[in-house]
Protein backbone atom coordinates (compact mmCIF):
# COMPACT_ATOMS: atom_id res chain seq x y z
CA UNK A 1 0.00 0.00 0.00
CA UNK A 2 0.98 3.22 -0.85
CA UNK A 3 0.54 5.55 2.32
CA UNK A 4 0.53 8.86 0.60
CA UNK A 5 -1.93 7.83 -2.21
CA UNK A 6 -4.40 6.08 0.43
CA UNK A 7 -3.67 9.42 2.10
CA UNK A 8 -4.85 11.82 -1.03
CA UNK A 9 -7.57 9.36 -1.50
CA UNK A 10 -9.15 10.09 2.33
CA UNK A 11 -8.29 13.23 3.02
CA UNK A 12 -11.36 15.88 1.97
CA UNK A 13 -13.80 12.94 2.24
CA UNK A 14 -17.46 13.77 2.38
CA UNK A 15 -19.94 12.55 4.21
CA UNK A 16 -24.19 11.73 3.80
CA UNK A 17 -26.56 12.72 6.15
CA UNK A 18 -30.54 12.71 6.17
CA UNK A 19 -32.78 15.61 7.79
CA UNK A 20 -33.47 13.49 11.23
CA UNK A 21 -30.04 13.02 11.66
CA UNK A 22 -28.41 16.54 12.85
CA UNK A 23 -28.28 15.09 16.61
CA UNK A 24 -26.20 12.85 15.39
CA UNK A 25 -23.91 15.54 13.44
CA UNK A 26 -23.81 17.60 16.34
CA UNK A 27 -22.38 14.28 18.76
CA UNK A 28 -19.78 14.17 15.87
CA UNK A 29 -19.11 17.28 14.97
CA UNK A 30 -15.69 17.44 17.00
CA UNK A 31 -14.32 14.31 14.99
CA UNK A 32 -15.13 15.57 11.48
CA UNK A 33 -12.88 18.30 10.25
CA UNK A 34 -13.93 21.64 9.38
CA UNK A 35 -14.63 22.00 6.26
CA UNK A 36 -16.11 18.76 5.64
CA UNK A 37 -18.61 18.64 2.66
CA UNK A 38 -21.76 16.81 3.78
CA UNK A 39 -24.53 15.63 1.59
CA UNK A 40 -28.31 16.15 2.87
CA UNK A 41 -30.52 13.97 1.04
CA UNK A 42 -33.42 14.39 -0.20
CA UNK A 43 -36.21 11.65 1.00
CA UNK A 44 -39.85 11.04 0.45
CA UNK A 45 -40.65 10.93 3.93
CA UNK A 46 -39.06 14.08 4.86
CA UNK A 47 -40.50 18.14 3.94
CA UNK A 48 -38.48 20.90 2.86
CA UNK A 49 -38.12 22.97 6.61
CA UNK A 50 -36.46 19.29 7.64
CA UNK A 51 -34.10 19.43 4.86
CA UNK A 52 -33.44 23.19 5.36
CA UNK A 53 -32.62 22.78 9.01
CA UNK A 54 -30.29 19.85 8.15
CA UNK A 55 -28.31 22.33 5.38
CA UNK A 56 -28.56 25.45 7.98
CA UNK A 57 -27.25 23.07 10.73
CA UNK A 58 -24.03 21.39 8.66
CA UNK A 59 -23.02 25.14 8.14
CA UNK A 60 -23.32 26.07 11.70
CA UNK A 61 -21.63 23.44 12.83
CA UNK A 62 -18.71 24.64 10.33
CA UNK A 63 -18.96 22.21 7.20
CA UNK A 64 -20.12 22.50 3.91
CA UNK A 65 -23.88 21.34 3.14
CA UNK A 66 -24.36 19.69 -0.26
CA UNK A 67 -28.40 19.82 -0.32
CA UNK A 68 -29.71 16.62 -2.29
CA UNK A 69 -33.02 17.86 -4.86
CA UNK A 70 -34.48 14.93 -6.14
CA UNK A 71 -35.96 15.68 -10.02
CA UNK A 72 -38.81 13.57 -9.47
CA UNK A 73 -40.46 14.64 -6.50
CA UNK A 74 -40.19 18.08 -7.34
CA UNK A 75 -43.51 19.33 -8.06
CA UNK A 76 -42.92 22.09 -10.10
CA UNK A 77 -40.55 24.71 -11.10
CA UNK A 78 -41.77 27.08 -7.81
CA UNK A 79 -41.42 24.44 -5.65
CA UNK A 80 -37.15 24.18 -6.98
CA UNK A 81 -37.17 27.98 -6.52
CA UNK A 82 -38.08 27.76 -3.33
CA UNK A 83 -36.51 25.42 -2.16
CA UNK A 84 -33.49 26.91 -3.85
CA UNK A 85 -34.40 30.54 -1.77
CA UNK A 86 -34.72 28.72 1.52
CA UNK A 87 -31.19 27.31 0.89
CA UNK A 88 -29.69 30.49 0.10
CA UNK A 89 -30.88 31.91 3.07
CA UNK A 90 -29.45 29.99 5.20
CA UNK A 91 -26.00 30.12 2.98
CA UNK A 92 -26.23 26.08 1.57
CA UNK A 93 -26.05 26.95 -2.24
CA UNK A 94 -21.84 27.03 -2.63
CA UNK A 95 -22.96 22.86 -3.79
CA UNK A 96 -26.25 20.87 -4.49
CA UNK A 97 -26.63 16.98 -5.59
CA UNK A 98 -28.77 16.29 -8.36
CA UNK A 99 -30.13 13.32 -8.82
CA UNK A 100 -33.50 12.08 -10.72
CA UNK A 101 -34.83 9.92 -7.55
CA UNK A 102 -37.00 7.15 -6.59
CA UNK A 103 -40.40 7.28 -7.82
CA UNK A 104 -40.91 5.69 -10.92
CA UNK A 105 -43.12 8.49 -12.43
CA UNK A 106 -41.89 12.42 -11.66
CA UNK A 107 -44.55 13.83 -9.68
CA UNK A 108 -43.94 17.33 -11.46
CA UNK A 109 -42.09 18.76 -14.57
CA UNK A 110 -38.46 17.40 -13.91
CA UNK A 111 -38.11 13.61 -14.51
CA UNK A 112 -33.83 13.56 -14.45
CA UNK A 113 -31.21 15.51 -12.84
CA UNK A 114 -30.32 16.65 -16.48
CA UNK A 115 -34.12 18.48 -16.32
CA UNK A 116 -32.95 19.93 -13.53
CA UNK A 117 -29.39 21.06 -15.00
CA UNK A 118 -30.69 22.63 -18.27
CA UNK A 119 -33.79 24.55 -16.57
CA UNK A 120 -31.08 26.81 -15.69
CA UNK A 121 -32.30 27.06 -12.13
CA UNK A 122 -28.80 26.55 -10.79
CA UNK A 123 -26.67 29.15 -12.91
CA UNK A 124 -29.94 31.56 -12.08
CA UNK A 125 -29.25 31.25 -8.34
CA UNK A 126 -25.45 31.28 -8.61
CA UNK A 127 -24.68 27.57 -7.25
CA UNK A 128 -21.20 27.17 -7.90
CA UNK A 129 -20.69 23.56 -8.23
CA UNK A 130 -23.49 20.64 -8.99
CA UNK A 131 -23.11 16.97 -7.68
CA UNK A 132 -24.44 14.42 -10.43
CA UNK A 133 -24.55 10.68 -9.88
CA UNK A 134 -22.20 7.87 -11.12
CA UNK A 135 -22.92 4.01 -11.07
CA UNK A 136 -19.48 1.78 -11.26
CA UNK A 137 -21.47 -1.15 -11.04
CA UNK A 138 -24.49 0.00 -13.35
CA UNK A 139 -28.13 0.59 -12.42
CA UNK A 140 -30.94 -2.14 -11.72
CA UNK A 141 -33.35 -0.40 -13.89
CA UNK A 142 -30.99 2.07 -16.52
CA UNK A 143 -29.33 0.63 -19.30
CA UNK A 144 -25.43 0.81 -19.28
CA UNK A 145 -25.43 2.56 -22.20
CA UNK A 146 -27.84 5.18 -21.60
CA UNK A 147 -25.97 6.07 -17.93
CA UNK A 148 -22.95 7.22 -20.30
CA UNK A 149 -24.86 9.08 -22.21
CA UNK A 150 -26.58 10.95 -19.40
CA UNK A 151 -23.21 11.30 -17.47
CA UNK A 152 -21.47 12.73 -20.26
CA UNK A 153 -24.51 15.48 -21.03
CA UNK A 154 -24.98 16.62 -17.45
CA UNK A 155 -21.22 16.89 -16.92
CA UNK A 156 -21.03 18.85 -20.31
CA UNK A 157 -24.67 21.08 -19.90
CA UNK A 158 -22.95 21.98 -16.36
CA UNK A 159 -19.44 23.03 -17.96
CA UNK A 160 -21.59 25.49 -20.45
CA UNK A 161 -22.77 27.06 -17.55
CA UNK A 162 -19.66 27.76 -15.91
CA UNK A 163 -20.70 25.47 -13.32
CA UNK A 164 -18.24 22.48 -11.72
CA UNK A 165 -19.68 18.85 -11.75
CA UNK A 166 -18.48 16.42 -9.29
CA UNK A 167 -19.53 12.64 -9.64
CA UNK A 168 -20.55 11.30 -6.55
CA UNK A 169 -21.04 7.48 -6.94
CA UNK A 170 -23.03 4.59 -5.46
CA UNK A 171 -20.78 2.33 -3.00
CA UNK A 172 -19.14 -0.52 -4.06
CA UNK A 173 -17.32 -3.62 -2.36
CA UNK A 174 -15.24 -4.56 -4.91
CA UNK A 175 -12.33 -2.39 -6.52
CA UNK A 176 -12.26 -3.50 -10.03
CA UNK A 177 -15.31 -2.33 -11.23
CA UNK A 178 -14.28 1.38 -9.65
CA UNK A 179 -11.11 1.52 -11.17
CA UNK A 180 -12.65 0.53 -14.66
CA UNK A 181 -14.99 2.68 -14.30
CA UNK A 182 -12.80 6.11 -13.72
CA UNK A 183 -10.78 4.48 -16.45
CA UNK A 184 -13.53 5.29 -18.76
CA UNK A 185 -14.98 8.46 -17.26
CA UNK A 186 -11.59 9.88 -18.46
CA UNK A 187 -11.30 8.13 -21.36
CA UNK A 188 -14.64 10.46 -22.35
CA UNK A 189 -13.31 13.36 -21.54
CA UNK A 190 -14.91 14.42 -18.10
CA UNK A 191 -11.93 15.66 -15.44
CA UNK A 192 -14.30 16.28 -12.63
CA UNK A 193 -13.29 15.06 -9.09
CA UNK A 194 -14.75 12.03 -8.51
CA UNK A 195 -16.19 10.84 -5.38
CA UNK A 196 -16.19 6.83 -4.50
CA UNK A 197 -18.99 5.78 -2.63
CA UNK A 198 -17.22 3.74 0.25
CA UNK A 199 -19.56 2.62 3.22
CA UNK A 200 -18.31 3.50 6.67
CA UNK A 201 -18.03 0.92 9.09
CA UNK A 202 -21.47 -1.28 10.00
CA UNK A 203 -23.11 -4.53 10.95
CA UNK A 204 -22.63 -6.63 8.25
CA UNK A 205 -26.34 -7.61 7.39
CA UNK A 206 -27.21 -3.85 7.44
CA UNK A 207 -24.18 -3.26 4.73
CA UNK A 208 -25.82 -6.54 3.12
CA UNK A 209 -29.39 -4.94 3.48
CA UNK A 210 -28.22 -1.96 1.33
CA UNK A 211 -26.13 -4.22 -1.30
CA UNK A 212 -29.37 -5.93 -2.51
CA UNK A 213 -31.40 -2.30 -1.90
CA UNK A 214 -28.95 -1.07 -4.50
CA UNK A 215 -27.73 -3.46 -6.71
CA UNK A 216 -24.46 -3.61 -5.56
CA UNK A 217 -22.52 -6.39 -6.19
CA UNK A 218 -22.14 -8.83 -2.68
CA UNK A 219 -20.94 -12.47 -3.81
CA UNK A 220 -19.16 -14.48 -1.71
CA UNK A 221 -15.92 -13.85 -3.48
CA UNK A 222 -16.39 -9.89 -3.83
CA UNK A 223 -17.33 -9.78 0.36
CA UNK A 224 -14.35 -11.89 1.01
CA UNK A 225 -11.98 -9.36 -0.98
CA UNK A 226 -13.51 -6.56 0.78
CA UNK A 227 -13.32 -7.79 4.22
CA UNK A 228 -16.21 -10.38 5.37
CA UNK A 229 -18.06 -14.06 4.93
CA UNK A 230 -21.38 -14.63 3.95
CA UNK A 231 -21.14 -17.39 6.48
CA UNK A 232 -20.77 -15.07 9.47
CA UNK A 233 -23.05 -12.42 9.56
CA UNK A 234 -23.02 -11.19 13.03
CA UNK A 235 -19.75 -9.02 12.39
CA UNK A 236 -18.94 -5.66 11.59
CA UNK A 237 -16.72 -4.23 8.79
CA UNK A 238 -15.17 -1.55 7.42
CA UNK A 239 -13.71 -0.34 4.44
CA UNK A 240 -10.46 -0.50 5.44
CA UNK A 241 -9.10 -2.53 2.46
CA UNK A 242 -11.57 -1.47 -0.01
CA UNK A 243 -10.12 1.84 0.54
CA UNK A 244 -6.28 0.94 0.63
CA UNK A 245 -6.61 -1.32 -2.62
CA UNK A 246 -8.16 1.50 -4.34
CA UNK A 247 -5.58 3.88 -3.39
CA UNK A 248 -2.94 1.11 -4.63
CA UNK A 249 -4.92 0.98 -8.21
CA UNK A 250 -5.12 4.98 -8.89
CA UNK A 251 -2.96 6.59 -11.32
CA UNK A 252 -1.78 10.20 -12.18
CA UNK A 253 -4.22 9.46 -15.39
CA UNK A 254 -7.44 8.93 -12.54
CA UNK A 255 -7.61 12.67 -11.91
CA UNK A 256 -8.66 13.80 -8.61
CA UNK A 257 -10.35 11.09 -6.96
CA UNK A 258 -11.88 11.06 -3.33
CA UNK A 259 -14.35 8.86 -0.88
CA UNK A 260 -17.45 9.54 -0.11
CA UNK A 261 -18.23 7.94 3.05
CA UNK A 262 -22.02 6.28 3.79
CA UNK A 263 -22.83 6.50 7.42
CA UNK A 264 -24.78 2.64 7.23
CA UNK A 265 -23.14 2.38 10.90
CA UNK A 266 -23.54 6.41 12.04
CA UNK A 267 -21.79 9.45 11.44
CA UNK A 268 -19.73 9.15 14.49
CA UNK A 269 -18.31 5.83 13.67
CA UNK A 270 -18.34 6.60 10.28
CA UNK A 271 -15.54 9.93 11.09
CA UNK A 272 -13.87 7.86 13.54
CA UNK A 273 -12.77 5.83 11.13
CA UNK A 274 -11.93 8.18 8.81
CA UNK A 275 -9.33 9.86 11.48
CA UNK A 276 -7.59 6.67 12.48
CA UNK A 277 -7.29 5.64 8.35
CA UNK A 278 -5.74 8.78 8.30
CA UNK A 279 -3.81 9.09 10.94
CA UNK A 280 -2.48 5.61 9.99
CA UNK A 281 -1.14 7.14 6.94
CA UNK A 282 1.03 10.19 8.05
Known amino acids: MDPEAALRLVDGFSLEMTGKDV ?9 IPRGTRINVTFLGNEDLEMRVAAARAVRELGFIPVPHISARRIRSDQELRDFLDALREVDALESVFAVGGDPAEPVGPYSSAFDLIVS ?3 A ?8 IAGYPEGHPDIATDVLWDHLVRKAAALNDQGISPTVLTQFAFDTS ?5 IEEVRGRGIDATLRIGVPGPAGIKRLLAFARR ?20 MGSAGPDRFVSDL ?3 LTPVSGA ?18 RDYVAAQV
Open 214 to 233: FGIGANASVVKKYGFSLTNL
Open 120 to 122: GAF
Open 23 to 31: PALMAARDV
Open 257 to 274: VKVHMYAFGGLLATAQWA
Open 124 to 131: DYGVAEVG
Open 177 to 181: PVTRW
Open 247 to 249: AAR
